[in-house]
């Protein structure tokens, strides 16, 4: 028998370990190619040579748009990775139903290109007239998840202003859910003809939201509860106070910051012991908190004549920013991306806003003791200065004249519009910025690019939108009458309508 031949056992022992060898290279090489190939590395099939490509990541809201690339379809639909050559590239995303979306860049060796944020807007949008309203709603507005929609009913008839409020998750429904919450009547110093309200903002529990109540003998301010709309108070009265601004504190209604124009004082209020503590900062002119302890504000303290000074207020510590010139306008905001703080500080009479990261790391640092700028972005007579909903992109806003920068890539845009606004723009969500023109919704990229009018508006800034976009609610003119209309603006087209 064979195997008892030690000659031809040892030979089948040989050709046994050379087969595990030749086994084990095939699975290293093919392993090796798998983990190239997914970092683009590819071969040139007139040189022979391996090459590194680019790698391009795309993705669309709704899915399934349809890849073309320089004018030629990829055979893919969004979401994909694609491995392509370095170039210059034309990026088209189609679906039946739907506008086109296009993207000009280029791919260098070694790059990675990612535009998962494209929305693709209906080309005929379905639009359902949802009520109408004698004249322009004073307050129109939604909680920061995007569920609850607040619309004033302007009845000055009434003891209280009155708010429908609807239930943008029901949307879909033959009838929305909605629901007509009152203001205390008791709340109020008064009521009339002449009673304007203003949304200040809205609590992080989407329950509370903030307002200023102007009328014939002054202002107040008002936390309204939706929840429990009898739990309402009036904070001028609830702590015998006169403000001229008020804040929340980190986007919560237990305390809130309190500030007083004449006497530029900054202070904070507990709302449940009903008691306003002590001034924190004194010489404030403008200012804004963020999270818990930390506030930006503008003051004219120590500062030479013509100048005032950007400080931030770290838990009771008071740091410097910037210095520039006084201004009518000041333009004051911070956010939080990828773990590092990035503020805005400046006037309207500048012709620079400087951008800063993580500054108060430099004014602690003893080498360093100050701020040094990351980057000026240049817009003269800035009236606005906003971070998109993500944090990622920083806007300048002056009309019609834009800059933004991109944090993530480093980049800077800088564009006029053609289209005259009838107010600002303002961030539909992470990637776009939207508006109001020639009475049409206007949408665009955040650099300018992929500009969208879409359905009548009477407003002055953009819609708003149910928590899933899949809804756009408007105000509009009314098509039979004088009066105005709530429109819900179905954003689906072709089969990703629902079926009745």
């Known amino acids: 028998m064979d195997y008892l031949d030690p000659r031809k056992r040892r030979f089948y022992n040989i050709r046994l370990v050379v087969g595990y060898c030749l086994i084990a290279v095939v699975i290293a090489l093919g392993t ?41 379809s990829q055979n893919t639909t969004t979401s994909a990775r694609l491995v392509l050559p370095s170039g210059k590239y034309t990026l088209n995303l189609k679906k039946d139903g739907y ?6 860049f280029t791919l260098n060796e ?13 080309i005929k949008p379905v639009s359902t007239n949802l009520k109408p309203y004698q004249s322009a709603p004073g307050i129109y507005t939604e909680s920061p998840d995007r569920r609850w929609l607040f619309i004033q009913v302007n009845e000055t008839s009434t003891q209280s202003p009155a708010f429908d ?33 203003k949304v200040v903002e809205w609590s992080s529990d989407n329950d509370h939201v903030l307002l200023q109540h102007n009328f014939s003998g002054g202002n107040e301010f008002l936390v ?12 001028n009265r609830l702590f015998n106070t006169s403000p001229s601004q008020v804040s929340l504190y980190d986007k919560k209604a237990d305390q809130l910051y309190v500030y007083k124009q004449p006497d530029a004082t900054l202070q904070r209020a507990n709302v449940g012991a009903k008691t306003l503590g002590p001034v924190l900062i004194k010489h404030v002119l403008a200012y804004k908190p ?4 930390l506030v930006t504000f503008i003051t004219d303290n120590s500062e030479p004549v013509g100048k005032v000074g950007g400080r931030i207020w770290d838990n009771g510590q008071t740091y410097k920013l910037n210095e520039f010139k006084a201004g009518t306008t000041y333009l004051i905001d911070a956010a939080k991306f990828q773990g590092r703080f990035y503020y805005i500080v400046g006037s309207d009479t500048e012709d620079h806003i400087s951008i800063y990261k993580d500054p108060l790391s430099g004014i602690k640092n003893p080498a360093f003791g100050k701020a040094v700028a ?32 991109d944090i993530e890539t480093d980049s800077v845009y800088q564009y006029s519009l053609a289209q ?48 899933d976009f899949k809804h756009m609610l408007t105000i509009a003119a009314s098509s039979s009458d004088s009066s105005i209309v709530l429109q819900n603006i179905d954003l689906r087209a072709g089969n990703d309508l629902p079926k009745r």
């Open 32 to 72: 090796l190619i798998i983990v190239y190939g997914a970092n683009g590395y590819g071969i040139n099939t007139k040189t022979g040579q391996i090459v590194q490509n680019a790698l391009l990541f795309t993705d669309s809201i709704p899915g399934g748009a349809q890849i073309y690339l320089n004018g030629q």
């Open 99 to 104: 506008r086109d979306w296009t993207r000009q």
């Open 110 to 122: 070694l790059s990675v290109a990612r535009y998962v944020y494209p929305f693709l807007f209906p």
């Open 165 to 197: 409020v609807y239930d943008t998750t029901t949307l879909d429904q033959p009838t929305p859910v909605v629901e007509q919450l009152s203001i205390p009547p008791a709340i109020l110093t008064d009521y009339s003809a002449t009673s304007a309200f």
């Open 224 to 235: 309204f509860s939706r929840a429990h709309p009898d739990e309402s108070f009036n904070i």
């Open 290 to 293: 963020y999270g818990r302890d």
């Open 374 to 405: 990351l980057l000026a972005l240049h817009n003269p007579g800035t009236q606005k200065v906003s971070f998109s909903d993500n944090a990622r992109f920083i806007e300048l806003e002056n009309g019609q004249s834009f800059s933004v920068y």
């Open 420 to 467: 005259p606004l009838a107010g600002i723009m303002v961030w539909m969500d992470g990637h776009r910025l939207m508006g109001v023109s020639g009475g049409k919704v206007l949408v665009m990229d955040y650099d300018g690019t992929n500009i969208q009018q879409l359905t009548p508006s009477s407003l002055d800034s953009g819609p708003l939108f149910s928590r």
